[in-house]
């Protein structure tokens, strides 16, 4: 499906009718499709698509929220190309269905005409811990009041929502959207205790000596990695997470006509946008790699481009330039090359003799990566942790290596998609009510 010429920084756009149904049929029903297969929450894709066809949207609304709880949401900003739409049988004769447009379609009109939505009654008196609002959160607040479960939600923030209000730039993720999902999962009955940091506030025994019969972690991984460019911890360099959080906010102010950011994850890729946004006339990304191997996703890569972002490639930030009093001047930069691969790992940028410059800043901006801060990482400390750093858990059930445990989203898991984080709220809260049931039976 061809979309015609629009601003780069809009949202993925809300189809019409006639045009939902025109793609709508293009969607060849494949038994057992390979978009479903590929949709970590399993998400029916060819049922909610039959329904738009019929001009059903409150029944394609019910086939994609009884598998996810964000359906709008994650139309939005989940990366298509490499689960669903990517994996289209379309795409071998001609242009994949565009699956994220017909889930936003379905998601916003849908959710308007359907019953409201019922919820389960109380089945017993155990009640579940959730730390952290986010999306993995959520999930497992919806599935375990689904399973007639109580809830209590402990969020470190003033709101819940986690990365989905405080760092997706809302030109990429409407805020009334996440909103309306939001209030949708903790309706009226789900106690929200904002401004509570594990670590800081509460620890795993204290929730435990609560009463509380399960605990599950969606912390998220709240903390930017500094790095170690020299001359970094001085003024007008900012940590992307920071920079993000202060778009959210209202706006982000530049300290003059030049940034620079670090990194090439999604990250990164938000934070030039945004920069760009705030008004900088040049914003460079600098990443040491090719743009093939920027972790960042190719429609998000491509969003920087359009924005007027310059993306430098094959470029390794070496150390901030300062002026003698102290005020950022620059980016010392050189440039690279990648060496001949070695087995299965990425080819190693090395460093090029004789090619470094200044990137003139007056601010930079870092994206090296998240980590779970001092709080977190004491608080987490007797539990078992992979060696790539996130918290082991079951890949099953979520549950962590302490009982009653269970974790999930960026803290226990590489996808740092919300996709993923869902999915993992959900597998959580199901052995969560499989587990509460066995004690209840046993007793």
């Known amino acids: ?97 565009n699956i994220g447009l017909l889930q936003r379609y379905a998601a916003h ?11 389960s009654k109380r089945a017993n008196d155990c009640k579940v811990a959730v730390v952290g609002g986010g999306p993995a959160g959520l999930a497992c607040v919806d599935r375990l009041v689904e399973r007639g479960i109580g809830a209590e939600v402990f969020e470190s923030c003033d709101e ?8 997706i730039p809302p030109h ?26 594990l670590g800081r506030d509460f620890s795993l ?23 170690s460019l020299p001359g ?7 940590q992307a997470l920071a920079y993000l959080e202060q778009h959210a906010l209202g706006g982000a102010p530049v300290a003059g006509p030049n940034a620079v950011v670090v990194g090439g994850g999604n990250t990164a890729v938000d934070a030039a946008v945004c920069a760009k946004l705030a008004g900088a006339r040049d914003v460079y990304l600098v990443y040491r790699r090719s743009f093939g191997q920027m972790p960042a996703w190719y429609e998000d ?23 003698q009093d102290g005020a950022l001047a620059g980016v010392r930069c050189v440039r690279t090359e990648l060496a001949d691969p070695v087995g299965q790992q990425r080819r190693k940028p090395m ?47 979520r549950a962590t290596s302490r009982p009653n445990v269970y974790a999930g989203g960026d803290l226990a898991n590489t996808d740092h998609t919300v996709v993923h984080a869902l999915a993992d709220g959900l597998r959580a809260a199901d052995a969560i009510a499989k587990s509460l049931r066995s004690e209840a039976r046993a007793r």
């Not at 849908?110 to 939505?117: A, I, K, N, S, T």
């Not at 819940?160 to 760092?167: E, H, M, N």
């Not at 204290?206 to 990695?225: H, K, M």
């Not at 970094?232 to 900012?238: A, E, F, L, R, W």
């Open 1 to 97: 499906m061809s979309d015609p010429p629009r601003d780069p920084l809009e949202a993925r756009r809300l189809l019409t009718d006639a045009q939902a149904q025109a793609e709508a049929g293009r969607c060849q029903g494949c038994v057992d499709g390979a978009c479903t297969r590929h949709c970590p929450l399993d998400v029916d894709v060819g049922a909610f698509i039959r329904h738009i066809r019929k001009e059903n949207a409150a029944g394609a609304f019910r086939v994609l929220r009884s598998r996810n709880p964000m359906p709008e949401t994650t139309a939005l900003i989940c990366p298509l190309e490499q689960i669903c739409q990517g994996h289209c049988s379309n795409a071998q004769v001609s242009e994949a269905v």
């Open 109 to 119: 009109h849908g959710c308007r005409v359907r019953p409201p939505r019922q919820r």
């Open 160 to 167: 819940p929502g986690g990365a989905l209000v405080r760092w």
């Open 172 to 197: 990429r993720l409407p805020r009334d959207v996440v909103a309306r999902e939001v209030a949708d999962i903790l309706g009226a009955d789900v106690p929200v205790r904002t401004g509570q940091a």
């Open 205 to 227: 025994d204290d929730l435990l000596a609560r009463g509380f019969e399960a605990v599950f972690l969606a912390t998220g991984l709240p903390s930017g990695v500094d790095g």
């Open 232 to 238: 970094s911890d001085g003024p007008q360099v900012v």
């Open 301 to 323: 890569r491509q969003r920087a481009v359009d924005a007027g972002v310059h993306v430098l490639i094959l470029v390794r930030p070496v150390e901030c330039v300062r002026h």
């Open 351 to 397: 460093d090029l003799p004789e090619t470094e410059f200044v990137l003139p800043a007056n601010l930079v901006i870092l994206a090296l990566g998240q980590h779970l801060g001092a709080h977190l990482q004491a608080a987490l400390a007797p539990l078992r942790f992979n060696p790539d750093g996130t918290l082991w858990t079951d890949p099953e059930t």
